[in-house]
């Protein structure tokens, strides 16, 4: 898989080999796509959709689809990024998020991308959804309060910790992360070091006795928008 | 209890040989055997098939007919599908929660007889009907409804229920069922007289790749709906690299208001059967699956005898028809109520023992299918249509339809009309004379496609049925004058919002807002502003959903926006102070006030 691909993104000519995603020739190139439910550990799941791009005038994610010679990918649009900024918006409506008390504050990539994509608030009505909080386990506590379903937990505790810890239970709005067990975490076998732990881009599982060791106003996200660091490598 | 459980639920999995790609088969045999895949149960089967408890709990709360709290030993499916309410579902409801003294979503005090709603059971021309645990009753009235719940009570099993019989195949005894084909056209392709053996005879008479070549010249396209060109299909898998193939028919039919499929089921199965044996040998496949709807489940008996006597016949098995190495055979795999595994890569992932999640794209399914190897999904008309180009040539089949869409087409009317039911028409045909055919030629609006397709007007119905320009599945739904087209919206809406599988955001957070929109629309608190948001919403979950469910779900909003906007008109208002009216202080603070135990002070002008 050697054979260089030429393509372009809003223009600008991109040059890298076949079998890379849009998105991570993107990122090579220090352009910034949009995204959220991808982890560079990962494999590309594109369920949340932040990442749509236009490829020669149809929509696909970015972090899936493979590059081709000679397309043409739009992705900073006002079309786009009002679609993007509904991906937000959903995502903190159909949950309960609370920024202002939230241990993940400023470390969080969809407040991060809400910021970047400046929303103030989201344009829909909140569900105001009942979700289950789980604090049995020792070192860590889910709150699916926070959840925003990306399933970044499901892979990595299934195919980097070999544990499947996490699944999806439930379709469609009802669909929610359940653990493996009758109901608590602490009856699995999960543990504060499993790449699963570290993965969650919103506060839905989270460290105990670790949250504010950073404090706000040093955290990832609160001198630089999300994304500058992809955008730096633009040479 | 527990050890009975436990060695039942070994026997179950030993059964399907431990395996994990059969947990479908596995939890449908607990479900049925125990009323419920309970907590304990998904342990013992994570064990025996080796993997985790929470895969099999993903599994059991995907799919609506498993369950993992008790359901009752019968269990009625009353469906609710918008035809069915226009038929006065409502009054059967009524009437089954009467007899049955429970609400729906309940079971009675005893424990025997569960009450639900389901959406589209494919019976849209004989309805009000529900499905009894797999037997179907249909043309449901409140007389019915008392005679079938004091006969149900005699013996708590449904085949005993006392009906009369159908037509056709329906009233054979592996069917025994009430359902009618309500075939009111038959055409030159599926429905008219056949030679079976006759086309899979001339296709192994020829190559593979002259096979492929002969439905390319056929001109065939899928009659799912997408339309996409089989022959094309079938060479894209023939070409992919795999130590396996698979063909796979999609006998999955969902979406509201189809039920095309159920007649070729029950009256055409040996040509469906015929059709993916050819498939296979032109693609190189040794298997084939027929993924079957689990509300069809009352033709499994009959199906599987027609593959026992292709099996005796050598139409399938071992060097079919004398053809040395060509080998194939068919499986039936059962699904479990849920709309999205028509998507062909959920079917497979639902083939695979997986939640009917859709699958990244690409790789396609021709590349990468079922298990990894390549493997082709189609129709079960199309595959019907395959064979009959084999049998009678690709120049005669072309002979009927239009220059883009040759051949029939099966079309299942449902709704405000006086004949409804199964429809063989050529290609082409305008709406207008559809609507003369079935007897419903002052419709108010006809939905083209089932509520993913289009609801079109009367401005419209000089249009034709056809790929390139009204691409329908099969659905057409009518609906009459009296009809209220946002209500009907709204309905449709509430289908998606179920069936959705819940992966990607814009789907499954935007349908409910669409739906919620619709509703204050409909309790008479819309704005203008709120048909400019439905527009604007409705295309952003288009242009960002990951499948072709919500690329298509917000189409009856879209379309009913656009053809019947006076019916949105109507029933918003600018409010006079520029406020919303949607915040009801007064009603949001009645709970507090109640556990308060005191009035609230308000301070009004």
């Known amino acids: 898989m050697s054979e260089q691909i030429t393509f372009t993104i809003d223009g600008v000519e991109i040059k890298d080999k076949a079998g890379q995603t849009i998105m991570q020739a993107a990122d090579e190139a220090g352009i910034y796509i949009p995204r959220l439910c991808r982890h560079p550990d990962l494999p590309p799941r594109g369920s949340c959709r932040v990442c749509t791009v236009f490829v020669n005038g149809k929509p696909q994610a970015a972090c899936t689809q493979p590059i081709a010679e000679g397309m043409t990918v739009e992705n900073d649009t006002p079309e786009l990024k009002e679609s993007r900024r509904n991906i937000i918006d959903m995502l903190f409506i159909e949950g309960n998020h609370f920024c202002m008390f939230c241990e993940k504050s400023g470390n969080c990539e969809l407040q991060a991308l809400a910021y970047r994509l400046g929303i103030l608030s989201p344009k829909y009505p909140y569900f105001f959804p009942k979700k289950d909080v789980d604090s049995t386990h020792p070192d860590i506590f889910l709150d699916l309060n926070r959840c925003i379903l990306c399933g970044r937990c499901v892979e990595a505790s299934r195919d980097v910790d070999h544990k499947g810890v996490f699944e999806f239970v439930g379709r469609g709005i009802e669909k929610k992360i359940a653990v493996n067990a009758e109901a608590d975490l602490k009856d699995t076998d999960f543990a504060a070091t499993d790449k699963a732990a570290d993965v969650c881009p919103v506060g839905a599982i989270n460290k105990k006795r670790t949250a504010f060791s950073t404090p706000i106003g040093k955290r990832l996200y609160d001198t630089k928008p999300i994304g500058s660091e992809i955008e730096e490598r633009k040479k | 209890m527990s050890e009975n ?363 990468k299918g079922y298990l990894g190897y390549p493997t082709a999904v189609n129709n079960v008309e199309t595959l019907c249509c395959a064979t009959r180009i084999l049998e009678m040539g690709a120049a005669w089949f072309a002979e009927t339809g239009s220059k883009g869409s040759p051949g029939t087409k099966l079309l299942s009317v449902s709704g405000d009309c006086k004949q409804p039911g199964v429809y063989e028409l050529p290609f082409g045909i305008k709406v207008k004379d559809l609507l003369k055919e079935v007897g419903a030629e002052d419709a108010q609006a006809v939905l083209v496609g089932g509520p993913s397709g289009q609801i079109i007007g009367p401005n419209d119905y000089n249009r034709t049925i056809c790929y390139d320009d009204l691409a329908t599945g099969g659905a057409v739904i009518v609906f009459g004058s009296e009809r209220d087209m946002v209500e009907i919206a709204t309905e449709y809406m509430e289908f998606f919002v179920e069936e959705n599988c819940g992966y990607c955001t814009p789907c499954r957070v935007g349908n409910v807002l669409l739906k919620k929109h619709l509703d204050k629309i409909l309790a008479g608190k819309g704005e203008p502003q709120d048909l400019d948001a439905l527009q604007e919403l409705g295309e952003s979950i288009k242009t960002t959903s990951r499948c072709g469910l919500g690329q298509t779900s917000p189409n009856p909003v879209l379309t009913t926006l656009k053809n019947f906007r006076q019916s949105y008109e109507k029933k918003v208002k600018k409010s006079p102070d520029g406020m919303q009216p949607t915040f009801d202080i007064r009603k949001a603070l009645a709970d507090a006030e109640k556990i308060a135990n005191r009035q609230s002070v308000m301070f009004t002008k």
């Not at chain 2, 309410?85 to 929660?97: E, I, L």
């Not at chain 2, 002259?210 to 299909?233: D, H, S, W, Y």
């Not at chain 2, 992919?240 to 796979?248: M, P, R, Y």
């Open chain 2, 5 to 367: 459980l436990q060695s039942e639920i070994k026997a179950i999995c030993q059964g399907s040989g431990n395996d994990r790609t059969k947990m479908m088969d596995i939890v449908r045999a607990v479900q049925e055997k125990f009323g419920q895949v309970s907590s304990e149960a998904m342990d013992i089967i994570a064990k025996f098939v080796n993997c985790h408890r929470v895969e099999v709990e993903g599994i059991v709360s995907f799919y609506t007919f498993l369950s993992k709290n008790p359901k009752g030993k019968v269990i009625i499916r009353l469906c609710n599908d918008v035809v069915d309410k226009m038929a006065g579902v409502g009054a059967v409801a009524d009437a089954f929660k009467k007899e049955l003294s429970i609400d729906f979503g309940q079971t009675t005090t005893d424990g025997k007889i569960t009450l639900e709603y389901t959406p589209c059971i494919g019976m849209c021309d004989q309805a009000p009907a529900a499905l009894i645990n797999d037997e179907v009753i249909t043309y449901l009235s409140t007389d019915k409804v008392k005679e079938i719940v004091a006969d149900i009570k005699k013996h708590y099993d449904p085949s005993k229920l006392k009906h009369r019989l159908g037509d056709g195949n329906n009233a054979d005894e592996l069917v025994h069922s009430c359902v009618h084909n309500g075939l009111r056209k038959k055409g030159p392709v599926i429905f008219a007289d056949y030679k079976s053996k006759a086309g899979l005879k001339n296709a192994l008479a020829v190559s593979p790749v002259e096979i492929i070549n002969v439905v390319k010249a056929a001109r065939l396209r899928g009659r799912g709906g997408a339309g996409f060109p089989t022959g094309m299909k079938w060479q894209f898998t023939r070409a992919a690299v795999g130590e396996k193939k698979f063909i796979l028919c999609n006998a999955d039919e969902g979406e509201p208001g189809t039920f095309k499929d159920r007649v070729i089921l029950t009256e055409r199965a040996d040509m469906l059967f015929e059709g993916m044996a050819i498939g296979g040998y032109a693609i190189g496949a040794q298997a084939g699956i027929l993924y079957l709807r689990g509300e069809y489940a009352y033709l499994i008996k009959l199906l599987e005898k027609i593959l026992k006597d292709r099996r005796y016949k050598n139409l399938l098995g071992k060097d079919i028809l004398g053809k040395k190495g060509f080998n194939f055979d068919i499986t039936i795999q059962m699904g479990a109520g849920a709309y999205i595994c028509g998507e062909e890569t959920a079917l497979i992932s639902s083939c695979e023992g997986l939640r009917g999640d859709p699958k990244t794209r690409p790789p396609f399914p021709v590349q």
